[in-house]
């Protein structure tokens, strides 16, 4: 009796039909899910860099500003999508983060914000504007965040859906 191991081609055909099936049924969640994921860290970045500054102000007890990047210097705009950084007013950078990339979008106010070393947030506007957008550009349905900052200069960060 002759015992036999191993896979026929036409089991093997077979087996890779479906998986190819269910890796075209997988595939567009797969993205969707990357991209809501990929939204989500950057409103966290940005909440670490606004949870950043205020430490650093009361820690070293001085001005700290956080503004929309333009290479190492700041910049004013609602495009915060070029990345923002941390410095010492008037002194020294503390920190940088990179543009966001892809097809999401950052937008907040324009101008820089400044914490002051009792931590309380600094600026020339109405602080009700201090509010910051993370989205998927076209997102309709999908996932966004929105980043408050009060007076008192304090991080709150909402989950919401496009409209």
Known sequence: MRY??????IELLITLSILAILLAIAAPSFRDLIQSNRTQTIANDLTTALQFARSE???RGVNVDICRRNG?????????????LVKVNGGAL????EAVG??????GP???LTYRPSGLLTKAS??????FTVAFSNCTGKPQYSIALTATGRVTSAKGTCP
């Not at 036999?4 to 081609?9: D, E, I, P, Q």
């Not at 503390?94 to 983060?97: A, E, F, G, I, T």
């Not at 892809?102 to 937008?107: A, E």
């Open 4 to 9: 036999s191991r191993g896979f026929t081609l």
């Open 57 to 59: 102000a009361v820690k």
């Open 72 to 84: 190492n210097t700041c910049a004013n705009s609602t495009d915060w999508g070029n990345g923002w």
């Open 94 to 97: 503390l920190r940088v983060w």
């Open 102 to 107: 892809g097809q999401d979008t950052v937008t």
């Open 110 to 112: 324009n101008e820089t």
């Open 126 to 131: 109405n602080a009700a504007d201090t509010t």
